[in-house]
């Protein structure tokens, strides 16, 4: 199944989460491979961490570990299960010692409430609408915030008449859970596979003018393959879509790779170059011509790309120094409404090569003839530097890698 949205999605949605003591007693039996030793670790009776391990297996309708007389060993279920559950534990710890003055201790008292309500309080700009989200009562979210703060020590968010906001502290701590909760939701769609059922779901953020037919591509050859597997795609600007991306609402960022020199927490995979070039209707005068001139170019009026995206850098670049500057009342990054006016009226548009192939096919659109001074966009997908794709997503980047190779052998 393919779902396009507009908006991206919010990490954790309908992620069930099991009580985080008892994924903690899990991961304690599963490191020292028994009840008796992970019940002194924890300082708790082998008869309550006997009870959180039954508890998370019944959740899961599978058993995590093999029970022998000379102790209890993971299944192939549970190797899959806790090697998530330890990322999931090691980054809410990392989230603590980020926000409580580097005391990691306090991350264990943390609660699967308090996880999904910070998580819901930060999408939220009043209690009762992240009760709604959380599926917590107002009055319950109250209590669950008061009790995180007090954990860790500094207030969470402030109220003021437009609504709450989160502190530095509320929203930082909220990020990193999210994040720590996508281990979870991943553990369930491994598991899947373990049966063969390719069920797990791929979030991809496509920026405009990305290649949409190499994305659609991508997808239609991995749901031939895996009938059941889920793909989201959020179509929005570089800064909505990177946001997204280090929450955990996605998985990749597919386009030109511009991430921000200051960012320490995205990979960028460069997969294809881009050439720019100059589009206009089909039939339009200059498509006649054998060569373009900047007189040409001046005498006609452009749609302008959004500001602050890199075609706008190189369509600014290609009238730098001019006395004359085309007139540009038309500005927007969306391919569709580029194609629709275009249709319609003499203008031209720099857009990238490989985006409007499709279009020249059809004979929709006409590619002047008029080579670019500056060099081509890198297009690639950027992703979290500590991801660890399941199965099904590593499908598709596989996938959307052998498509760029088969464009490359037949331009």
Known sequence: MSTITAEPTTAGDNTPLPNLRHLRAVEAVGRHGSIGKAALELRLSQPAVTQAVAKVEAALGR????????????????????????????????????????????ARYLTSVQVRGLIALSASTTFSQAAHISRISTSSLHRTVRDLEALVGQPL?????????????????????????????AALDEISSLDGLEEGKVLIGALPMSGAYLIGAAIARLTERFPKARVVVTNAPYAILFNSLRNGGIDMIFGVLRRPDWDMEVTEVPLFTDPYCIVARSGHPLARQ??????????????????GTPRRREYDALFEGQSQQPNML?????????????????????????????????????????????????KGISIRSNWLPTPIQHQFVDIL???????????
């Open 63 to 106: 058993n995590l570990f093999e029970r022998h007389q000379k102790g209890t060993y993971l299944a192939r279920t549970g190797e899959v299960y806790l090697n998530r559950v330890r990322r999931f534990i090691d980054q809410c710890d990392a989230a603590f010692i980020s926000v409580s003055n580097g005391e990691p201790g306090r």
């Open 157 to 185: 968010y402030t109220s003021s008449p437009s609504g709450l906001r989160m502190t530095d502290t509320g929203a930082n701590l909220a990020r990193r859970l999210a994040l720590a909760l996508r281990e979870m939701d």
């Open 290 to 307: 054998s060569k373009i001139t900047q007189s040409d170019l001046l005498s006609h009026d452009w749609i302008a790309p959004g500001q």
């Open 330 to 378: 038309i500005e927007t990054s969306s391919m569709s409404t580029i194609r629709a006016i275009l249709a319609c009226s003499n203008r031209l548009a720099l857009v990238s090569r490989h985006e409007i192939e499709m279009d020249e096919q059809l004979g929709l659109l006409a590619v002047l003839p008029w080579a670019p001074s500056f060099p081509p966009a890198t």
């Open 401 to 411: 890698k052998e498509s760029v190779q088969a464009l490359d052998k037949g331009s």
